[in-house]
C-alpha cells in the first residue's frame, strides 16, 4: 500500500488477510456479483490490490469469476465455509441470551420455539419474575395455525407451502378462539406479515395471551420462533399493548435472525427479518405457574 493509499483510505484493512477478508465480505454481503471497480469502491483499496485478491481468491476456488460479465461472486470453497458454519449453529444458545433479555424487558416470559416439519416444538424458555406466570412445557410439539408462535412460522413460510399446510392439514379445534376456518387463517397469516408479528389470545390455552415474531436462518428460511407469553389479564391490565409487545419481540427475533447470519430477505419474498413499526424482584414466596 502506498502512503498516498493509506491517507485516502485511513480505515482500510492494513494486513493481507484482512484485505482478503474484507474483499470476500463485500461479495459475500451483496445479492448482486460485482466487478473489480465496485469492490475497490466498497473496500476502499485500490484496484490493483483488488484485483489481486481476487485473482487469488478464484485460484483457491473461494470465488468464482464470469468470463462473460467480468463479474466476480462466491466459489464451492465459500460455500463450504458457509454450510461448515451453519451446521455449528445451536438455535437454543443463539437465541437465549436475546431470550433473557425480552423478559427483562417485557416482564413476561420469553419462549422460543422451532420448526419441525408442519408442527413446532418449544425448546427454551426464560420465565417472567411475576408471582403469578406462564410457563411452557418445553419438548411438546404443536401444530402451524394455533398460537402465536405456530402462527408466526406459518405466516413467514412461502405462499405455496401455506397453501400446503391448509390444503393437507385438519385446522383442529384447540380452544373455542382457535382458528379452524381456512379463509380466516389466510387473513389471519395477511395481518401477521402486515405487522411482523403475531397475537393469540386464548387460542391454544384459554387464559393464556402471546405475541411472537418468525427467526429465519442463513439462507432465509424460517427456523425458528420467539414468544413472550402470559396471562390474558397480565397483557390487558398492566398497561402493556400489544403493540408494544409485538414489535419488541420482532426486534428480538430479528437480533436472533443476524446472529444466525440471515440476510434482508427471506422466501417469496417475504422479509426475513421481521418488520419494526417504529421489574420487580425475585419473591420468597411459591410462584402460580400457568401452563401455556
Not at 242 to 254: F, K, N, T
Request: charged share 20%; glycine share 10%.
Amino acid at each position: 500500500m502506498t502512503t498516498e493509499d493509506s491517507l485516502a483510505h485511513p480505515d482500510q484493512p492494513r494486513s493481507g488477510i484482512a484485505r482478503a477478508l474484507a474483499v470476500i465480505d463485500a461479495i459475500g454481503r451483496s445479492p448482486q456479483k460485482h466487478g473489480v471497480s465496485t469492490i475497490a469502491r466498497e473496500t476502499g483499496l485500490s484496484k490493483a490490490v483488488a484485483y489481486r485478491i481476487l485473482r487469488e481468491l478464484v485460484s483457491g476456488q473461494f470465488l468464482r469469476f464470469d468470463e462473460e460479465t467480468k463479474l466476480y461472486g462466491l466459489g464451492p470453497g465459500a460455500l463450504n465455509i458457509g454450510l461448515a458454519a451453519m451446521r455449528e449453529l445451536d438455535i437454543p444458545a443463539v437465541a437465549h441470551r436475546h431470550l433473557a433479555t425480552l423478559s427483562e424487558l417485557t416482564g413476561q416470559t420469553s419462549t422460543l420455539s422451532v420448526r419441525q416439519g408442519w408442527s413446532r416444538v418449544y425448546v427454551d424458555q426464560v420465565l417472567s419474575r411475576h408471582e403469578i406466570r406462564m410457563s411452557v412445557a418445553l419438548g411438546t410439539s404443536h401444530p402451524l395455525h394455533a398460537g402465536s408462535s405456530s402462527k408466526a412460522i406459518l405466516a413467514a413460510l412461502p405462499d405455496s407451502e401455506v397453501e400446503d399446510y391448509i390444503g393437507h392439514h385438519e385446522l383442529d379445534r384447540v380452544t373455542a378462539a382457535t382458528i379452524t376456518s381456512a379463509d380466516l387463517l389466510r387473513e389471519e397469516i395477511a395481518r401477521i406479515r402486515r405487522l411482523g408479528y403475531a397475537a393469540s389470545y386464548g387460542e391454544r390455552q384459554t387464559e393464556a395471551a402471546s405475541v411472537a415474531a418468525a427467526v429465519h436462518g442463513a439462507t432465509g428460511q424460517v427456523v425458528a420462533s420467539l414468544s413472550v407469553c402470559g396471562t390474558k389479564a397480565m397483557f390487558d391490565g398492566d398497561g402493556t399493548s400489544q403493540e408494544r409487545l409485538g414489535e419488541a419481540v420482532a426486534r428480538a427475533a430479528a437480533a436472533v435472525s443476524a446472529d444466525l447470519g440471515a440476510g434482508h430477505r427471506g422466501p417469496a419474498g417475504v422479509t426475513s427479518v421481521p418488520r419494526q413499526n417504529g421489574r420487580a424482584g425475585l419473591s420468597a414466596v411459591p410462584r402460580e405457574e400457568h401452563h401455556e
